[in-house]
Structure formats: C-alpha cells, structure tokens
C-alpha cells in the first residue's frame, strides 16, 4: 500500500499537530499512571507504619459496624465500609451526615472524622494522571485530550503502515540522533498500538461518560438521569423502606455468604472487598459486596437482603448484564485491574513506554524545525524545547519528591496531605520556571540529575521513616515495599543514564540546534 505524498503529508501534519496539543497532558497521564497501577501497594508503602499494624477480624469490623450505626443515625440510610485488609490493615465506616459532609470511622475512632484514613499519596498520583491536578475541569479535559490522543495513534498508523514490515525493528544508533529517536518513537508506538488504542477509548469514556449522560438525558433517560444511572452503576436493586424494624444479619454471614453465591457463578478466587448498606435496621435493609477476582475482568458485586441473607441480584464475571459488563471491562483494561502482578507490571511498563512516545515526539518535532545553517534557533522550537523539558521531566521529579514527602512529613509531625500537595505541585511549578530561564540542554540535564537525586531520596526516605529498609522488607516478605524502593532505584538509574546521554548531547551534538549549548542563553 502506497499512500499519494499529499495524503501522506496531510496524515503526518494531523499526527504532529495531535500530538503536540495533547502530548504534555499525556506525558504527565501516563507517567502518573504508570505508577497508579500499583495503587493498592503504594497505600500499603505510604501509610505510616501500615506493616506494623496488625490486621483486624472480622468480629473488629463487626463491633465497628455495630457502633456507628448505633452512634450515627444518619448512617444507617446508607454507609459503606471496607472490610479488614482491602486498602488497610483495618476496616473504615465511612457515610454522610445531615449537610451531606463524608465522615470516616476506625475501630478506636467511631466518633467519625473528616480525614480519610489512610496515605493521600496513592490518590495524588491518580489524581495526576485522570485530571493533571485540576479541580473539576480536569477530568473533562483528560477526556478531550483522549480523544485527541485516538487521532493522533490513527494517523501515525496511517503513516507507517506503508512501511511497517521494514522498520518495525529497526533501531538506528549513531550519529544521526534524529533517526535514531524516529526509529524508536516508531517501534515503540507500532508494538504498543494496540494497547494504546484501548488506553485511548476507554480513556475518553471514563472521561468524559458522565457528560455523555447528561447530554443524552433528555433523550434518552427522559429527565430521569439520577434515577436512571443508579440502577446502571449499581448491583443492588433500588428499593424503599419498609418501616418496619428488623435485624441486620452478621457480617460474617454477609462475608461468607457473597463467596458461596461467587463460587455458584464459577468465580472461585472471589475475595469481598467493601461493602454498601441501606436502610440498615429495616426490614428492606440491603447490602450490595463488591469484590475482586485476580482471575476474572474487573471483580464483581453480588447484592444481599441484609436481614436474611437472600440473593437480591450479582454483576459477576461471566454472568454480567451488557452495562456492567462494559464498565466492568473499561475500567479493569484501563488500570490493568485483572490478572497477576505480571500483568501489573506490564502495564507500568507500557505507562513508561507511552510517556517516552509523547516525549520523543516532541523533540522530534522540535528537531523537523532546526535551521541546520544558523546558531540561533526559531522561537517557536526554543519554546517547546523549554516546555518539554520543564513539564515532563518536572512532573518526573515533583512525583518523587511527593513520595519523599509522604514518609518524611508524618514522620515530622506535620500533614501529609496538604504537604504533599504543596510538594508536588511547588517543585513542579519550580523546574518549570527554571527550564523557561536556562538553555533547554543545560536544564534538561539539571533535572534529569535532580530527578535523579529525588527519585533516589525515596527508599531512603522510607527507610528512615518507617525502619523498613528493601533489603529487611524482602527478608520479610513484604513485596509492595521492596519491589517500590527497587523500582524507585531502577527509576533514577534510568535518569542518570538520559542526564549523561544529554551532557554528551550539549558537547558533541550539532551545534546549530536548540540541544547545544549557546552564550544566547544562560
């Protein structure tokens, strides 16, 4: 297949310029969400002191269960609680009171309180990665960017296919850098296609869903959105109450009993995560468990009549209806929320993979612009040059250093959550400055070193923090720690290695480039 050199040229103008509108938010998505794949682990490696705590029963979360609804009238309408072990050690109550504000109860602490138990850190990251750190706005705009993020993988497929046999494996180390990172942008992005694709629609409707509703509400939903979306969302039926007062039964039968009805679906590996209650002490009392299943795509929820027990409805694998099952496989494919840890890794891999699609994409455009026979560069490839530097590798070391500041704040006495956040965002805004005032190659390499240093800080910082350092959490058993410190070392060699790679770029690359170093900028 040969394409006509003006539908080539037109395919290549769609790709870049995609590419470029979309490519920084991108870079920051897949780089933060990398990370976000091991979220349940990073809970564990942030929460002061988690391995220490020892885990509760069940009989714990019953006596927690029991003693906010008894202390807290307006949970028995509707909470939720994750049981002993899903994100922590211990389980957490959580429901809203009269002025709709979230209340969060520990065994120890059913009074209720407004801070989330647990580390902040593992919803930062995420944070990041669905909404750039953007209140609101953000989400919407992560979902246009997806879509953008679709036209861009389409038309550089379009623009490869004609030669797609030849350089797919062609990998080109030399002189010529620019071919070499074409090379590598391009074999990269053609065996990750599929993937990509996937990250790119389910992206865009996890995205961008909610808003898809409210447009068709009147159309389809007939003005009865709200209404219409719990009975999609949820598993258990939607019911009223009765006013007549009847036992809940135990949790443990609750526990027991959403297993037995998960084997009877063929889900052998169901293990209940957390649960939602409504209308708790009536006779209509319902509880909705939702679970995981390594082996299925996207876990499960099986609804119970919370007073005897009998199966109301279940969204389990294989036996879904068409609605979960869509939701069930988006969000399960997004995040790589099946399968083994392999699968978890292959997928932090495929994060890195795709942050290095969008940052190569952009130094390749910078370079398709280089004036081969002048120092002095145009503005606009000095801009992006800045630009490129200063958000992705600045969004590489702000992340670090909100890792390092989540073991090192709470160890201080001080608040992890705001502090974190000021971390993160205040160094970030800080490489981004220092990018726009120092010569692109001179700042590029200053923050590959300082993310490097960052990166390096972090099992430093959690071993001093907390007492578990790799080598004792290995000895141990405890994987999520080590396997993040290592990752975390593995990270800043990986830094260390571009920030030579750019020092030998600044000596002996072409000098009539923005990647040289000039007495034009400081």
């Avoid at 870079?27 to 942030?46: E, M, N, P």
């Avoid at 509707?78 to 520990?106: C, K, N, S, V």
């Avoid at 010569?439 to 070193?449: Q, S, T």
Wanted: with cysteine.
């Amino acid at each position: 297949m040969k394409l006509k050199p003006a539908t080539l040229r037109t395919f290549t103008t769609l790709h870049s310029w995609m590419g470029l509108v979309a490519g920084f938010a991108l870079f920051v998505a897949f780089y933060a969400g990398a990370i976000t794949v091991f979220h349940h682990d990073l809970q564990q490696w942030a929460t002061p002191h988690a391995i220490d705590t020892a885990s509760a029963s069940l009989d714990d979360a019953q006596h927690l269960l029991d003693e906010v609804l008894a202390r807290h009238p307006e949970a028995r309408e509707h909470l939720g609680m994750t049981f002993p072990g899903y994100e922590l050690a211990q389980p957490t109550a959580y429901w809203q009171d009269r002025q709709g504000i979230w209340l969060f109860a520990t065994p120890g602490n059913a009074a209720g309180s407004t801070v989330r138990p647990g580390a902040s850190l593992p919803e930062l990251v995420n944070e990041l990665h669905y909404t750039l750190g953007i209140p609101v706005a953000g989400t919407w705009l992560m979902g246009v960017v997806s879509l953008l993020y679709g036209i861009a993988l389409v038309s550089g497929f379009v623009i490869h296919l004609p030669r797609l046999a030849k350089d797919l494996f062609a990998l080109r180390p030399g002189r010529n850098l620019k071919r070499f990172w074409q090379d590598a942008h391009n074999v990269i992005g053609v065996l990750s296609l599929p993937f990509h694709i996937v990250f790119a629609v389910t992206g865009a409707l996890l995205c961008l869903l909610f808003a898809l509703m409210m447009a068709l509400n009147p159309l389809v939903y007939g003005g009865k959105l709200m209404a219409a979306s719990a009975a999609a969302m949820n598993t258990a039926p939607t019911v009223q109450r009765a006013d007549v007062a009847k036992p809940l039964s135990s949790l443990a039968t609750w526990h027991a009993r959403s297993i037995e009805v998960a084997r009877g679906h063929g889900v052998a590996d169901f293990v209940p995560g957390y649960l939602k209650l409504d209308h708790a002490g009536d006779a209509h009392a319902v509880i909705e468990i939702t679970g995981t299943s390594p082996r299925g795509l996207g876990g499960g929820a099986v609804a119970l009549d919370a007073t005897d027990g009998a199966v109301l409805a279940t969204q389990l694998p294989g036996s879904r209806d068409a609605n979960h099952a869509t939701l069930a496989a988006m969000y399960a494919l997004h995040f790589g929320d099946y399968g083994s840890v392999a699968v978890q890794w292959f997928y932090f891999l495929l994060g890195l993979g795709g942050a290095f699609l969008f940052y190569s994409g952009n130094l390749l455009w910078i370079e398709s612009r280089r004036k081969r026979r002048q120092t002095e560069q145009g503005r606009s490839s000095l801009i992006m040059a800045r630009a490129t530097v200063g958000i992705c590798i600045g969004v590489c070391v702000a992340i670090s250093a909100a890792f390092v500041a989540a073991q090192l704040l709470p160890w201080l006495g001080w608040n992890a959550d705001t502090g974190e956040h000021w971390v993160c965002f205040g160094s970030w805004a800080t490489c981004v400055l220092w990018a726009s005032w120092r010569a692109p190659v001179r700042a590029a390499e200053e923050l590959l070193w300082l993310a490097a240093v960052v990166t390096t800080l972090v099992p430093l910082a959690h071993g001093l923090a907390t007492g578990w350092w790799f080598w004792r959490s290995a000895a141990a058993g405890h994987d999520a720690l080590w396997a993040i410190d290592l990752g975390a070392l593995a990270l800043a060699a990986g830094f260390v290695a571009l920030a030579r790679a750019t020092a030998r770029r600044a000596r002996s690359g072409e000098t009539n480039s923005v990647w040289a170093t000039s007495p034009h900028y400081p």
